[in-house]
């Protein structure tokens, strides 16, 4: 069982960063793909970005690519999301989520795919 901790969230003016974290628990974090995904207020869950398990390989979605930069560290047992350039359409509860398995080879955008959840951390981005 994975325990995630997300945090790094918080209140922050359009056109500025952040950099969330999320901390996994497992020894085994190395055999883990991971994911951020987020939900924003009356919207349903939507993929991000995700990396595989050796970092050296990530997908991103269309409305983030080129702002969002997923990494991790398997010495640390953490992966990052970089997000740069926000704009209110931003703001989301920011979810990290894990499965063991190298990547989501059927579909990395579907959040089922992914076993295990972190609580999440609120990005809020003010116009």
């Known amino acids: 069982q994975v325990q995630l901790v997300e945090s790094g969230g918080g209140l922050v003016q359009a056109g500025g960063s952040l950099r969330l974290s999320c901390a996994a628990s497992?020894?085994?974090?190395?055999?883990?793909?991971m994911a951020w995904f987020r939900q924003g207020p009356g919207k349903e869950r939507e993929f991000v970005a995700a990396i595989n398990w050796g970092g050296d390989f990530a997908a991103y979605a269309d409305s983030v690519k080129g702002r969002f930069t997923i990494s991790r560290d398997n010495s640390k047992n953490t992966v990052w999301l970089q997000m740069n350039n926000l704009n209110p359409e931003d703001t989301a509860v920011y979810y990290c989520s894990a499965v063991p398995t190298a990547w989501v080879d059927t579909n990395v955008t579907d959040p089922t795919q992914y076993l295990f959840w972190g609580q999440g951390t609120q990005v809020t981005v003010s116009s």
């Open positions: 497992e020894r085994t974090f190395r055999n883990y793909a």
